[in-house]
Structure formats: structure tokens, C-alpha cells
């Protein structure tokens, strides 16, 4: 069974760092794009960034700059380390899972992705 579990996520005051961590297992990660989402309250979900197959990444222009994804497919692993966080970071971040070895952006329908972490929040404030 595919699966999904996100870690990492906390309180930090604005300017300070967190990491993020997607735990996949019941697939080998190596054949899958893997994107990072937020939602904030009252507000849509969106792409900040993704991983391809082939290790090519992309991210969303609010991030550009402070964020950084990563993954490790001998370990099931992706991160997202979050660097200069602001307080419009504040969401439930959740990673995403879908089979294809196409590069993607951050511009895919959310849809196209078909497992799903529970998400894990984070918080930005003084």
C-alpha cells in the first residue's frame, strides 16, 4: 500500500529555517514526481515545488530563492528545507506522489498527483 507521511513541520519565528521530510513507502520512489503543497486557511491549495524522476526541480515563484527540494531514493526520502521563512508560509504542507517519469512543474493540476501525505503545519510568528 502506497503511503505518505510528512514531518518536520513546527512553530519558528520569521526569518528561521525548518526541514521537511516525506517518508514514502509500499513504492519505490525512484519512478515518481514528488511535490510539495500548502494550504493556509481559507485559502486553495497550491504548489510550492516538485521533484521529477530525473531529479529536475521546480518552484513556485513565492519561494523561489529560500526553498529547497531534495530527495533521496535509496531512502524513500524527500525534503524540503525552508530557509527565510515569512509569516505567509503558515500552512499545512503536504507531499504528493504521482507515477510518471515526465518532468513536471509546479503548474500541474494538483489533481494529477495520486497519493497523498496527511500534511504536517507550520507555523510562522513571533
Known amino acids: 500500500q502506497l503511503q505518505l507521511v510528512e514531518s518536520g513541520g513546527g512553530l519558528v519565528q520569521p526569518g528561521g529555517s525548518l526541514r521537511l521530510s516525506c517518508a514514502a513507502s509500499g513504492f519505490t520512489l525512484r519512478n515518481y514526481a514528488i511535490g510539495w503543497f500548502r494550504q493556509a486557511p481559507g485559502k486553495e491549495r497550491e504548489g510550492v515545488s516538485c521533484s521529477s524522476s530525473d531529479g529536475s526541480t521546480d518552484y513556485a515563484d513565492s519561494v523561489k530563492g529560500r526553498f529547497t527540494i531534495s530527495r533521496d531514493n535509496a531512502k524513500n526520502m524527500v525534503y524540503l528545507q525552508m530557509n527565510s521563512l515569512k509569516p505567509e508560509d503558515t500552512a499545512i504542507y503536504y507531499c504528493?506522489?504521482?507515477?510518471?517519469?515526465?518532468?513536471?512543474?509546479?503548474?500541474?493540476?494538483?489533481?494529477?498527483?495520486?497519493?497523498w501525505g496527511p500534511g504536517t503545519q507550520v507555523t510562522v510568528s513571533s
Open positions: 504528493a506522489a504521482v507515477l510518471t517519469t515526465t518532468v513536471v512543474d509546479t503548474t500541474i493540476p494538483i489533481g494529477e498527483y495520486d497519493s
